[in-house]
């Protein structure tokens, strides 16, 4: 069933009805309200990224700066360790030729007098 164009009522005059500019008028308002929300939106998101690139950046520096300190402090305990098993060993070993040249006296005083230095009984 088709209808005439006649039979169509034609509103276009009724009161409160926006004619088609008046409509288009008001969709392009809706539009620009909208691209300039946007543009707003897009700025912030921007200022955003540019602070998080500036928040990444300096924190790469701070790790960087980091990781040298700590490989230094890394490289200072490794000879600090090694300078303190020098000593320990080189104590050992002086403690090892004390105690030799100990026996090798307190031999030689008992074979000279008789009596063991140590205790000072025959």
């Known amino acids: 069933m088709t209808v005439a164009p006649l039979d169509i009522e ?3 005059d009724w009161l409160g009805c926006p004619t088609e500019l008046e409509t288009i008028t008001h969709y392009n308002r809706m539009l620009e309200n909208e691209v300039q929300e946007l543009n707003l939106q897009l700025r912030t998101a921007r200022e955003n990224i540019f602070g998080l690139v500036k928040m990444h950046g300096e924190a790469c520096s701070e790790r960087d700066s980091l990781r040298a ?3 230094k ?8 360790n090694r300078a303190a098993t020098d000593s320990e ?9 004390n105690n030799k040249l100990v026996s090798e006296l307190c031999a030689r005083i008992k074979e000279l007098t008789g009596k063991d230095a140590l205790t000072g009984r025959q």
């Open 10 to 12: 034609d509103t276009s």
């Open 69 to 71: 300190e700590m490989t």
């Open 73 to 80: 402090c890394k490289a200072a305990l490794r000879d600090s």
């Open 89 to 97: 060993t080189k104590h050992s070993w002086e403690m090892m030729a």
